[in-house]
């Protein structure tokens, strides 16, 4: 797993650049926590908790690699150590990639509700999906949910509540940008500025 300074590869990656579980001191050069970001988009959260928090490393997983790509020309951009972007679906991710018990935090905003009916068999949160959750994170790790689709966070939050493996935690208040990037993600940003209530969800991994 070979990085090339000043490469796009520096940031971005996907499955056929990997051999294996994914070992993260040899990815970031360092030993600081790992922190994922299921579905990151254009990368907005990851740049502004990249550079607020230099001591947490953090993968974002996107599937589009496009969207992938684009947030990884801005972290390039940032010159940014502590960031990277793997292209792939998330499950897959977890499968193959991730080892048990070696993520700090899970985030996971704003994922595609696939309203029709006969689609939301595709929707990313499952029985499977939080079991591959649990399994990812470490002891007292967290997963944090958002969205401003009511209906999906409800079943977010009934999954995640009757789970064995996950406490339920108050949500993180709702933070008052002061700029126009001041928000955790390009789809906050566009649903806030729209009237849109955003609900939020925090859970954290115990020992059973």
């Known amino acids: 797993m ?6 796009l590869k520096s940031h971005f990656m996907t499955f056929t650049d990997l051999d294996g579980v994914l070992n993260w001191q040899e990815l970031f050069g360092n030993q600081c926590p790992v922190e994922l970001d299921v579905g990151c988009g254009r990368g907005l959260f990851l740049v502004n908790a990249g550079l607020a928090n230099q001591d947490i490393n953090y993968l974002g997983l996107e599937l589009n ?3 992938g790509r684009r947030a990884a020309r801005r972290l390039k951009k940032q010159k940014m150590a502590n960031v990277r972007i793997l292209g792939g ?3 897959t991710t977890f499968d193959k990639f991730i080892a048990p018990a070696s993520v700090s935090a899970i985030h996971v905003y704003f994922p595609d509700p696939w309203w029709k009916r006969r689609h939301m068999k595709r929707r990313l949160f499952t029985d499977v999906f939080a079991a591959k959750i ?6 007292g790790g967290l997963l944090h949910v958002w969205t401003d689709v009511q209906e999906y966070f409800h079943v977010i939050g009934a999954l995640m509540d009757r789970h064995e493996k996950f406490n339920s935690l108050p949500p993180l208040p709702e933070h008052a940008p002061t700029h126009d990037m001041d928000y955790r993600t390009s789809l906050e940003r566009k649903k806030r500025k729209a009237g849109r209530k955003i609900y939020r969800g925090r859970w954290c991994r115990r020992v059973s």
């Open 2 to 7: 070979k990085f090339l300074q000043g490469d």
């Open 65 to 67: 690699y496009k969207e």
């Open 89 to 91: 679906d998330a499950n």
């Open 134 to 139: 649990a399994m990812a994170l470490r002891i």
